[in-house]
């Protein structure tokens, strides 16, 4: 049996904000963190919504300098989340074009301090973890523009895209493999991890943000071409002659590659969770409740290819399958062998949907 750390408590007030504030912005994080123990919980749905924060500087259509000054501000606050007051007023005064009602509430003193007074209730080392990673986060988001930072941005046919595999792999881990850090420091604080229990789940845990940014950067290329911004690389791109930044399609071997890349990621943050004990159950069951999603999403678009990259380019997965997904995961939380199964079949199911794409026999 674990040890947990000794119980930390909001008042009832503060947990219906985060509740309420993960629902309007991230539903499917909204789902998992429920199945999360106290106060594991609650930490990790502060972090989400500082990351929603950064991610909402960056999604803003203001200039670059524009937001350098604010992933600078938000920095501050991490460090003094008492200047939440000064800081979020002078947040009121900008605009926030391209946000949504509740991403522009969010960065309003009157809805966003709140967010800054629980993150300033937690112990010392919760809040480090915390500032660590979300700082790292920031300062990688405020050097994506910069034409000598990595990764790089070029311009096709009026598109920002990240110009190589490794750029493609960089953004990943800044926006999301980040995330798996934070994560993983503040489960290992929780469940009190030793340090050999938990020297392979540091060494894995990026994996789990990258395979889940890469899912969903297939998932909404079309709503990212909207906005101008594809993040494939540059360099794949070319091998399918821009074709799918005009929604053109893809030859079945070129989505094939971009569909393996995912999958990849997907095997190896399977691989990071089952390195982790079986007592961390609450985060190993929020952890399935993210990759078999995952996984289902990429087996619908792979058994969809001949849609993907054109304009019928929409994938997501039912309630129905996400209902067995939870079921499914409930089910196997406790059960490493079972987990790795569930692995390779959807491994085999995509690579046999490939195969019928690309007109090969199955063997």
């Not at 800081?87 to 509430?105: F, N, V």
């Not at 409930?330 to 790795?340: F, G, K, T, Y």
């Amino acid at each position: 049996m674990l040890r947990q750390r000794t119980r930390f408590e909001l008042t009832p007030s503060q947990t219906t904000y985060l509740d309420s504030m993960m629902s309007k912005v991230s539903r499917s994080f909204a789902l998992v963190v429920p199945f999360l123990e106290e106060p594991l919980n609650h930490y990790l749905g502060t972090a989400y919504l500082l990351c929603r924060v950064i991610d909402n500087i960056e999604d803003c259509t203001q200039p670059s300098g524009w937001k350098a000054e604010r992933f600078g501000e938000f920095t501050v606050l991490l460090n003094e989340p008492r200047r939440a007051s000064e800081i979020l007023t002078r947040w009121a005064d900008e605009s926030w074009p391209g946000l949504s009602t509740d991403e522009k509430r969010l960065m309003s003193l009157e809805t966003g301090s709140t967010l800054w007074q629980i993150y300033a209730l937690f112990p010392d080392k919760i809040r480090d973890i915390i500032a660590h990673w979300t700082a790292a986060m920031a300062r990688g988001m405020s050097q994506i523009e910069m034409p000598d930072q990595s990764p790089q941005l070029l311009e096709v046919n009026g598109v920002r895209i990240l110009s190589t595999e490794r750029d493609y792999d960089r953004y990943c881990y800044i926006v999301a493999g980040t995330v798996g850090h934070l994560a993983t420091e503040l489960v290992i604080d929780h469940y009190q991890l030793s340090y050999g229990v938990a020297e392979s789940p540091l060494a894995g845990c990026e994996a789990c943000g990258r395979a889940l940014q890469k899912t969903n950067i297939v998932k909404d290329f079309v709503k990212d071409l909207d906005r101008e911004f594809c993040y494939l690389p540059e360099e794949w791109l070319r091998q399918a002659d821009y074709l799918p930044l005009s929604l053109l399609g893809a030859t079945p071997g070129w989505a094939g590659m971009v569909i393996d890349n995912v999958m990849a990621e997907l095997e190896a943050a399977t691989n990071y969770l089952v390195t982790l004990p079986y007592g961390a159950t609450g985060y190993r069951l929020a952890s399935l409740l993210c990759l078999l999603p995952a996984y289902q999403t990429i087996l619908l678009i792979a058994q969809n290819q001949d849609k993907m990259f054109t304009v019928e380019h929409q994938f997501k997965i039912s309630r129905q399958t996400m209902a067995i997904c939870v079921q499914e995961a409930q089910l196997m939380v406790s059960d490493n062998e079972a987990i790795l199964a569930y692995s390779r079949r959807m491994k085999h199911a995509v690579e046999a949907t490939a195969r019928l794409a690309i007109n090969v026999p199955d063997l």
